[in-house]
């Protein structure tokens, strides 16, 4: 599986697109979430996506504002 999240900046919104997509994320797949860098909509970094995904272990920086969480049995190695 492979979803991807560019929603609200906001960090409520965000934390809950991110928590309704584990729900639905196989052990295998990963979850891209876009604008994990920049801060939008006048929000600082503690209200922002950049805060939901630095909550969150299995994360990695993937490509400039965009970053990967990994499924339970995902090896982060894949990606080294």
């Known amino acids: 599986d492979v ?3 560019d929603g609200d900046h906001s960090y409520i919104q965000s934390k ?5 997509s584990l729900k639905h994320l196989s ?3 990963i979850i891209i ?3 994990i860098k920049v801060i939008t909509q006048s929000l ?3 209200y922002s996506v950049y805060r ?3 909550e969150y272990k299995g994360r990695k920086d993937l ?4 970053g990967i969480i990994y499924g ?3 090896n982060t190695k894949l990606l080294d």
Do not use: P
Request: hydrophobic fraction near 30%; avoid cysteine.
């Open 33 to 35: 979430m876009d604008d």
């Open 27 to 29: 052990d295998n797949g």
């Open 72 to 74: 339970k049995s995902n």
């Open 16 to 20: 809950l697109d991110l928590e309704n």
């Open 3 to 5: 979803i991807f999240i």
């Open 52 to 54: 939901t995904f630095h």
């Open 63 to 66: 490509y400039k504002n965009m």
């Open 44 to 46: 600082n970094k503690n």
